[in-house]
């Protein structure tokens, strides 16, 4: 079955006024436009349009629990979450924990009675929550994993040598930088992890007041790296947060249209701004730390998060025909298929499971085993795994969303 879905955005006051419906030709709300969410998570599930294709169910997520099998499903849950997420403002401080951290967290809250939606709830499901990003505006700003040590002294030095900083700023940028030289890389000494684990608590911890005022009032003066700026935009939304200090120990990104960034369990980030489609587990568990309003859990953020400094966490595609790539995460609940620039061409898939497609531009037929539809942009499918392989033809960009549990 090809099954017509839409939804309507969620109105996150860190969303965009005109991102979304600019993309999709849809009217504006007026208000923020966070995210679409295409899938049948509890918080958001999509609408179905012919409810009779569905034995009556209204909703993607209704359909799902009366009837997994027909879904084309084993389990009444659909693993995965397909979002548009449109930024104006940066998003939290954030990680999400493994499939046992998941289970585990959520054992312990439920027997600790803890209500499901109360606001000091971690983990409101038993599941993992990896995700990947894929940038649809010009440029997509966030932040990602931590860094080497070194990298982020030479910010700081660059700090440190601002004309006309106050004694007690200079003191509390010196501090700093001695916390984080302290030793890394020598021999004998801590980690880069370590020490990383180690400023991280005490930033997270610790009445840090001071020394944010200080980063904050050098970066106002320095030389724009992209640290540097990272700082300078986080003041403007979060003026004290500790997480404006903690930006200086993480990757400081800026997609270009097209690229992607995967975010497994334990890596630390923020998206700071743009638009993008979203792809992750289907999950609520949010870890936060800082750089927003939200319930914020240290000690826990600390325990799931991995402090090992890795490279820019890009995911390359794979060909996966005629227009079309794919990109593949290390887990099986998701993964995220291009399709664009078909002319007058076709391009064949591979259906490893159910999947959501959503049409970002022109118009496109999809085509399965036992039924086709054209779809314009702003219209999104579900497809059950029964079609495969899919034909997609015509002028327009597609996002496929399946799975391979």
Not at 73 to 86: C, D, G, M, N, T
Not at 184 to 200: E, Q
């Amino acid at each position: 079955m090809l099954i017509p879905l839409s939804n309507v955005p969620r109105d996150y006051a860190w969303g965009s006024t005109t991102a979304i419906s600019g993309l999709l030709g849809t009217t504006p709300s007026g208000g923020p436009e966070a995210e679409l969410w295409l899938g049948a998570h509890a918080g958001s599930p999509a609408r179905v349009l012919d409810p009779s294709m569905t034995g009556g169910a209204a909703t993607l997520a209704d359909w799902i629990e009366r009837d997994p099998a027909a879904a084309g499903l084993s389990e009444p849950r659909l693993p995965f979450l397909l979002k548009v997420l449109a930024a104006d403002a940066p998003l939290s401080l954030q990680a999400h924990p493994s499939p046992e951290e998941a289970r585990s967290g959520f054992e312990r809250e439920n027997a600790a009675g803890i209500a499901p939606d109360a606001e000091n709830r971690n983990y409101r499901d038993a599941f993992h929550k990896p995700e990947l990003i894929y940038a649809l505006s010009e440029t997509f700003d966030a932040l990602c994993g931590f860094r080497p040590v070194a990298e982020a002294i030479v910010d700081v030095d660059a700090l440190l040598a601002v004309p006309g900083l106050s004694a007690d700023a200079l003191v509390q940028l010196r501090g700093f930088r001695d916390r984080l030289a302290g030793g890394a890389g020598t021999d004998g000494a801590d980690t880069d992890a370590d020490v990383l684990r180690s400023v991280v608590e005490d930033l997270l911890t610790n009445d840090v007041a001071a020394l944010v005022q200080a980063v904050t009032d050098a970066a106002a003066s320095a030389p724009e790296t992209p640290a540097v700026k990272t700082v300078q935009r986080l003041a403007g939304f979060y003026p004290g947060d500790a997480g404006i200090a903690v930006s200086l120990l993480v990757r400081s990104v800026t997609l270009k249209r097209g690229e992607v960034l995967y975010l497994p369990a334990g890596n630390i980030h923020a998206y700071l701004g743009g638009l993008g489609v979203e792809l992750m587990a289907a999950s609520d568990n949010v870890l936060r730390g800082g750089l927003t309003p939200k319930h914020i859990d240290v000690p826990e953020l600390l325990s799931v998060l991995d402090f090992t400094p890795l490279p820019v966490p890009y995911l390359d595609p794979r060909p996966a025909g005629a227009g079309a790539e794919v990109f593949v995460p290390d887990v099986p609940d998701f993964e995220l298929v291009h399709v664009s620039g078909l002319g007058e061409e076709a391009t064949r898939l591979e259906l490893p499971g159910p999947a959501i497609a959503l049409v970002t531009d022109g118009s496109v037929t999809v085509a399965g085993a036992s039924a086709h539809r054209t779809v314009e942009r702003g219209g999104a499918l579900y497809i059950t795994p029964d079609e495969g392989p899919l034909t997609i033809a015509g002028s327009g960009e597609v996002f496929l969303a399946t799975t391979r549990l």
